[in-house]
C-alpha cells in the first residue's frame, strides 16, 4: 500500500472535534474499550506477537519497535512496570497535550491491553508539569475508568486475573526529564538525570524493576491494531513502519497544525498541499523534520519520505558532514542525514536568518543540560556561546570549524542523548548551510 492509499485514515485523531470526546460515555459509544474485550480473549504472547506483526514504532523520537521493546521483559521478572511518557518538551513537537485533551480513554486503553500483555500490575503516566489543563482532563478520565471498573476491578482472561491501576503523576517542567532513565528517576522522587545503560529500563528500570516506557501517541494505537489486527496496522504504513504518523507543523507554512498523516507522505506534499504551502508564497530555505534535535533538510531534500528510516538511510541524499571531507554518523554503518524524531516539523522560508535560529536551538540545549556529564554540560555552552556571537556579527576567525570540533566532541560520550540533541542539529546546520556561517565571518574578518 503506498501512502496515497492511507489518506484520510484516522486513528489517534479520529475523535479530535467530537463533543465531549474526553468523556469515557463518547468514547464507549464510539467503539472504545472493545479492543480491550478482545484482547483478554487471548494470550499474552499472542498479543505480542500481533504488536510485532503491526510494525508499530515509537512515537517519541528513537523509532524503536515496540513489540520489541515489550519482548526484552525478563521472563523471569516477578514486577513488571509500565510507564506513559507524557512530558512533551521537544520544542517545535505539541502532539501530546492535543492527544490527551482530545481521547485521554484511548490512553488509557492502550495503556491496559498493554499492561495485560507484559504483565504490568501498576502502570503510571509522567506528565509534563505546564500541562495543568490536561492533567486535569487525564486525571478525570481515571476517575471514569475506574468508575466504570475498567481499572482497579479483576477481568477475567485467558491468562487468569487481571486487574489495573494507573498513576498520573505531574513532572517539574524539566527537558531532560523527557529521557527515559531521568523521568523514571524523577518518578522515584530523586534528581532527574539519566542513568548509565546497560541496564536498560525493561530490565532494571523503575523501582529497580522490570519496566517498558512508551510514549502517548504510541500507547494509543494499540487498542486499534488489536482491533483490526497487526497486517491492517502494518499495511497502512512503509515496509518498516506500520500506521500513520502525527506531525506538528510550525514556522513559515500558511496553515500550521497537527496532522495525522500516511506514514510515507514526503515533506513537499506536507507543505505544500496539507499546509497550504510557504506564507507569502516565499522561496523555502529548510525546515526541521522532527524536533529541534534533529539536523535539518533544506530545499533541494523535501521529496524525502516522513518516515524512520528513510530520513537515515535514502540513497538520493548527502551525508552529513561535520565539515568537507568528515562525515558525522550513527554508528553501526549508518550515515546520518536526519531522523523523524517526534514529528515535530518547523518549515523555515528564505528570510530566515539560520545562524539565529541555530544558535536559539544551542542557548535551549545548553539551558536545559542537567549537568552530570562534562561533554554535554560544558559542550552544550561553547555551542551556545559561539554560535550567538557568531549570529550577533561578532564571529572570529576559526568559530565555524570550532563549532564542528565541539558537537563532534559531544556527539556519543554522553550518558544520555540530550548532548546528541545539540551536537546534530549544530552538524547539520553546518553542512546544509556553511555558507550562511561563514558569510558572518568574512563580514568581521
Not at 529521557?179 to 523514571?184: G, S, V
Amino acid at each position: 500500500m503506498g501512502w496515497q492509499d492511507a489518506k484520510g485514515t484516522k486513528i489517534v485523531t479520529r475523535n479530535f472535534g467530537v463533543a465531549n470526546s474526553h468523556k469515557l460515555a463518547v468514547y464507549t459509544s464510539g467503539g472504545g474499550w472493545e479492543g480491550f474485550k478482545k484482547a483478554i480473549t487471548a494470550a499474552p504472547p499472542a498479543l505480542l506477537d500481533e504488536v510485532k506483526k503491526s510494525n508499530l514504532r515509537g512515537r517519541g523520537g528513537a523509532g524503536f519497535s515496540t513489540g520489541m521493546k515489550w519482548s526484552f521483559i525478563p521472563k523471569e521478572a516477578k514486577r513488571v512496570y509500565l510507564v506513559c511518557n507524557a512530558d512533551e518538551s521537544e520544542p517545535g513537537t505539541c502532539k501530546d497535550r492535543e492527544l490527551l485533551a482530545y481521547d485521554p480513554h484511548m490512553l488509557i486503553e492502550g495503556m491496559t491491553i498493554a499492561s495485560y500483555t507484559v504483565g504490568c500490575k501498576h502502570a503510571y503516566i509522567y506528565i509534563r508539569g505546564e500541562m495543568m489543563r490536561e492533567a486535569k482532563i487525564v486525571q478525570a478520565a481515571i476517575d471514569e475508568a475506574y468508575e466504570a471498573g475498567w481499572l482497579g476491578r479483576e477481568h477475567a482472561t485467558a491468562n487468569g486475573p487481571f486487574k489495573l491501576d494507573i498513576t498520573l503523576h505531574r513532572g517539574a517542567g524539566a527537558y531532560i526529564c523527557g529521557e527515559e532513565t531521568a523521568l523514571l528517576n524523577s518518578l522515584e522522587g530523586q534528581r532527574g538525570w539519566p542513568r548509565l545503560k546497560p541496564p536498560f529500563p525493561a530490565v532494571k528500570g523503575l523501582f529497580k524493576e522490570a519496566t517498558i516506557v512508551n510514549n502517548v501517541e504510541t500507547l494509543m494505537n494499540v487498542p486499534d491494531i488489536v482491533l483490526k489486527g497487526g497486517d491492517w496496522f502494518a499495511k497502512l504504513g512503509t515496509a518498516k513502519s506500520g500506521g500513520t504518523r502525527i506531525v506538528c507543523v510550525s514556522g513559515h507554512v500558511k496553515k500550521p497544525g497537527v496532522y495525522e498523516l500516511p506514514m510515507g507522505i514526503p515533506f513537499r506534499d506536507l507543505i505544500y498541499d496539507v499546509c497550504g504551502g510557504i506564507v507569502g508564497d516565499r522561496p523555502l530555505k529548510g525546515l526541521i523534520p522532527g524536533g529541534s534535535s534533529m539536523p535539518p533538510l533544506d530545499a533541494s531534500e523535501i521529496d524525502v519520505p516522513i518516515e524512520f528510516d528513510a530520513l537515515m538511510t535514502d540513497p538520493r541524499i548527502k551525508d552529513v558532514e561535520a565539515k568537507p571531507g568528515v562525515p558525522f554518523d550513527l554508528g553501526g554503518g549508518r550515515r546520518l542525514k536526519t531522523m523523524a524524531g517526534s514529528g515535530g516539523v518547523v518549515v523555515f522560508d528564505d528570510s530566515t536568518d539560520v545562524v539565529a535560529l541555530c544558535a536559539r536551538i544551542m542557548r535551549f540545549y545548553a539551558h536545559e543540560s542537567c549537568g552530570q556529564c562534562t561533554p554535554c554540560r560544558e559542550g552544550t555552552g561553547w555551542l551556545a556561546r559561539v554560535c550567538t556571537r557568531l549570529a550577533a556579527g561578532d564571529g572570529r576567525p576559526g568559530d565555524v570549524d570550532l563549532l564542528a570540533h565541539v558537537a563532534v566532541g559531544i556527539a556519543g560520550n554522553t550518558i544520555c542523548a540530550l548532548g546528541e540533541a545539540a551536537a546534530w542539529p549544530m552538524l547539520g546546520f553546518l553542512t546544509k548551510f556553511r555558507g550562511d556561517f561563514e558569510q558572518r565571518l568574512r563580514k568581521v574578518a
